[in-house]
Structures are given as C-alpha cells and as structure tokens.
C-alpha cells in the first residue's frame, strides 16, 4: 500500500476504519480527505489489517503520510 487512499479501501471503507478507529463515519472521512491519521489510531488500523490478511505496518503508514506531506509542501 502505498496511499492512504489504498488503506481505507484494503481495511473495507470509510465507515469501516471509522468503526475500527472508534469513532464516527464523518471523523473517518475527515481523516481521509486530509491524508492524515494521527498515529494514536495506528495500532487500531495495523490490527484491523493484521485480522484481514493485509499487510500494514507502522513503517508504510510513516511513508504514506511522508508522501503526502512532502507533496503537499512542494505544492
């Protein structure tokens, strides 16, 4: 996974990181439009990964949101 974008989608949508993350649907897609997930919600998305078969470490999450601020600062 190389967005975050990937991760919504491979943890089964916004609603979904939502409820893994324990909060609302609307705070999920705030996140998501923003490119940002505050780390303290890491361990909740690498889990809810680890239970799908997905590979998410707290490695691709750093480069995703290392991407996405770079790009943005570029910007």
């Known amino acids: 996974m ?6 919504f989608e491979a943890l089964g949508g916004v609603a979904e990181v939502g409820r893994v993350i324990g909060k609302r ?3 999920a897609s705030v996140l998501k439009r923003r490119g940002s997930v505050p780390v303290r919600y890491w361990p909740s998305l690498i889990a ?11 490695d691709m999450l750093v480069a995703i949101h290392s ?3 770079n790009s943005e600062v570029a910007a």
Request: net charge negative; charged share 25%; glycine share 4%.
């Open 2 to 7: 190389n967005t975050l974008d990937e991760v």
């Open 25 to 27: 649907t609307e705070h």
């Open 48 to 58: 809810a990964a680890e239970e799908r078969g997905v590979v998410l470490t707290s």
């Open 67 to 69: 991407t996405s601020t």
